[in-house]
């Protein structure tokens, strides 16, 4: 069974950085995408960044392009979304979430199959 855990959530001020984590385990990842998601409240689930795990191909939502990174670290069986210069309106709970999709890296909540229970970010103006 794929589980995945997200970690390192807070709070932070606005401009500051904050690195989150998705432990994944239960699988054989070769062939999977990992991506970030997240929710404010009152608002629907929106994309952030994708990878794949086997060529490390990445997918980025326009809007958040040069402020969040996605990354993996095969070894650890772990991706990260690194969130800089962070604003106010980057207040969520972010979502992991995995799909078995060789070679692709979508971007869309329905495309996947596996997902974490959530970290909160928040942020002080």
């Known amino acids: 069974q794929v589980q995945l855990v997200e970690s390192g959530g807070g709070l932070v001020q606005a401009g500051g950085s904050l690195r989150l984590s998705c432990a994944a385990s239960g699988g054989t990842f070769s062939n999977y995408a990992i991506a970030w998601f997240r929710q404010a409240p009152g608002k629907e689930r929106e994309f952030v960044a994708a990878?794949?795990?086997?060529?490390?191909?990445?997918r980025n939502e326009d809007s958040l392009k040069g402020r969040f990174i996605i990354s993996r670290d095969r070894a650890k069986n772990t991706v990260y979304l690194q969130m800089n210069s962070l604003k106010t309106e980057d207040a969520a709970v972010y979502y992991c979430a995995g799909a078995r999709v060789p070679l692709s890296v979508p971007g869309r909540v329905h495309e996947y199959d596996y997902w974490g229970q959530g970290t909160q970010v928040t942020v002080s103006s």
């Open positions: 990878i794949s795990w086997s060529n490390g191909a990445t």
